[in-house]
Nanobody, 114 residues
Framework: QVQLVESGGGLVQAGGSLRLSCAAS????????MDWYRQAPGKQRELVAT???????NYLDSVKGRFTISRDNAKNMVYLQMNSLKPEDTAVYYC????????WGQGTQVTVSS
């Protein structure tokens, strides 16, 4: 049974930082591509960042230079360090992976006040 559990969301002022964590219960975690998505109210869910098994990463254009995705294969963890947060970053953030099918965490709310 695959489980993804996010933590670390909260309320922060614009310009502040948050670090999201995702604990993954899945075999062979180190070979999995892991993603962070987000969904703002009234908007579609969008891909924010991806990290592959070789450590290569991709980012949504609007978060490049501000967000950093990383992983700790020894702990089956993936992180999203978010700096210089903006009100438009407000959303529910989800950890995600695809293995036969899509798996999602329960989400963690990030609210950035202006």
């Amino acid at each position: 049974q695959v489980q993804l559990v996010e933590s670390g969301g909260g309320l922060v002022q614009a310009g502040g930082s948050l670090r999201l964590s995702c604990a993954a219960s899945i075999s062979f975690f180190s070979i999995r591509t892991m993603d962070w998505y987000r969904q703002a109210p009234g908007k579609q869910r969008e891909l924010v960042a991806t990290i592959r098994n070789d450590g290569s990463t991709n980012y949504l254009d609007s978060v490049k230079g501000r967000f950093t995705i990383s992983r700790d294969n020894a702990k089956n963890m993936v992180y999203l360090q978010m700096n210089s947060l903006k009100p438009e970053d407000t959303a529910v953030y989800y950890c995600h992976l695809t293995w036969v099918r899509d798996y999602w965490g329960q989400g963690t709310q990030v609210t950035v006040s202006s």
